[in-house]
């Protein structure tokens, strides 16, 4: 019997990320890749222009993959973005409009959910995003069903979190529901 093929997870980063941002999806869907019995993936991290990235802490992080990898992912991740009021290049609003309509599901982290709304994948649902900027999210997106007070939202498909902290249970609720308890366990043991 062979294993099953591991799925791919395609993180977006941007130039200004916060590090801390950038390592939730990677902690929970990257850390446990080898570990015996762990669900295994395959991570990319991406941007709309591979190469030298800056990060909000003063370090540089060196991006492999461009838009290009969120064609075979099976799960895309955007952990923040620029303050919730810089506008997602059209690329990659294309690129998650995309990956969306063959399947894949779609994670907005934080203030990620201001581009997830910006691609018009929120029209219509339920999300989240950070409580400080909620009000600004419900001006900017009305079509959106905004629930501020809670820390993540699962629509199925399309997943939001609140800050970065509930992002980190957002990851570890889709990692459960995908591979069960046991499995979500083991990185959230490992991140207490």
Not at 107 to 117: D, H, K, Q, W, Y
């Amino acid at each position: 019997m062979h294993a099953a093929a591991p799925e791919t997870v395609a993180v977006i980063a941007f130039d200004g990320i916060s590090p801390f941002h950038l390592s939730v999806p990677c902690l929970v869907f990257g850390e446990d890749r080898n570990a015996a019995g762990a669900p295994r993936y395959r991570l990319r991290v991406c941007a709309v222009q591979p190469g030298r990235l800056r990060t909000s802490a003063g370090f540089g992080i060196d991006v492999a993959h461009g838009l290009g990898a969120l064609r075979s992912a099976h799960i895309v991740v955007v952990p923040s973005w620029h303050g919730g009021d810089e506008p997602a290049p059209e690329a990659l609003l294309k690129a998650l409009r995309a990956a969306h309509r063959r399947g894949a599901r779609i994670v907005g982290l934080c203030l990620g959910a201001f581009v997830l709304a910006e691609a018009g994948l929120l029209d219509g649902r339920p999300a989240t995003t950070h409580w400080h900027l909620a009000a600004s999210f419900a001006r900017r997106f009305p079509q959106v069903r905004l629930q501020a007070e809670v820390l993540y939202v699962d629509d199925g498909d399309v997943l939001t979190s609140a800050g970065t902290v509930a992002g980190i249970d957002c990851c570890l609720h889709l990692l459960r529901r995908q591979h069960g308890a046991g499995a979500a366990n083991r990185p959230a043991r490992r991140m207490v």
